[in-house]
T-cell receptor
Framework: DAGVTQSPTHLIKTRGQQVTLRCSPKSGHDTVSWYQQALGQGPQFIFQYYEEEERQRGNFPDRFSGHQFPNYSSELNVNALLLGDSALYLC????????????FGDGTRLSIL | AQSVSQHNHHVILSEAASLELGCNYSYGGTVNLFWYVQYPGQHLQLLLKYFSGDPLVKGIKGFEAEFIKSKFSFNLRKPSVQWSDTAEYFCAVNAGAAGNKLTFGGGTRVLVKP
């Protein structure tokens, strides 16, 4: 039973560039959430997708956008990268949106130079 | 807005010692509460969860947590730790009306000395 898979595992970009991160949810899950985890901090909620729509959003600027596909996989896009966007980006999936336990992937480590 | 605070950033213990990690949250309504663990080099894993009912919940690997509503707390305990419990522990809260959004604490790094 495949868990949550994320790609790529590591990425290096420069300021001003754009990046796309990908996530495949755990089998049987239809809801995908994205979190940003800066070094030494807990994960912070970016947004959540369900039925191909953004359902909830955390306190992140519009430079952060996403998409969910019919097969429930998801992308996180970040435009105009800033040094402060360097972090571990985590994808989590669940079956439904009602406070269900979330299963996390290994994350994508994004470094901005 | 919800917030979660974990009292200790780092804890160092010897094997067989007891562990208690504090977690307090700020939200006045119905909450779902979680403890996640991140072992070195691994992804976040669910240790235990509280939705309703018995405020003392048992999780995997001998961990338990107690929900005290009057104190807005959800402390994690283990009576006797092992070297393999070395990890970072995160408390997380989902407000009942907030869908699936999790608000995490800052985490506690636990080092168990053999």
């Amino acid at each position: 039973d495949a868990g949550v898979t994320q790609s790529p595992t590591h990425l290096i970009k420069t300021r001003g560039q754009q990046v796309t991160l990908r996530c495949s949810p755990k089998s049987g899950h239809d809801t995908v959430s994205w979190y940003q985890q800066a070094l030494g901090q807990g994960p912070q909620f970016i947004f959540q997708y369900y039925e191909e729509e953004e359902r909830q959003r955390g306190n992140f600027p519009d430079r952060f956008s996403g998409h969910q596909f019919p097969n429930y996989s998801s992308e996180l896009n970040v435009n105009a990268l800033l040094l402060g966007d360097s972090a571990l980006y985590l994808c989590a999936s669940s079956d439904g949106t009602g406070g269900r336990p979330q299963h996390f992937g290994d994350g994508t480590r994004l470094s901005i130079l | 807005a919800q917030s979660v605070s974990q009292h200790n950033h780092h804890v160092i213990l010897s094997e067989a010692a007891s562990l208690e990690l504090g977690c307090n949250y700020s939200y006045g309504g119905t909450v779902n509460l979680f403890w996640y663990v991140q072992y070195p080099g691994q992804h976040l894993q669910l240790l235990l969860k509280y939705f309703s009912g018995d405020p003392l919940v048992k999780g995997i690997k001998g961990f338990e947590a107690e929900f005290i509503k009057s104190k807005f707390s959800f402390n994690l305990r283990k009576p006797s730790v092992q070297w393999s419990d070395t990890a970072e522990y995160f408390c997380a809260v989902n407000a009942g009306a907030a869908g699936n959004k999790l608000t995490f604490g800052g985490g506690t790094r636990v080092l168990v000395k053999p």
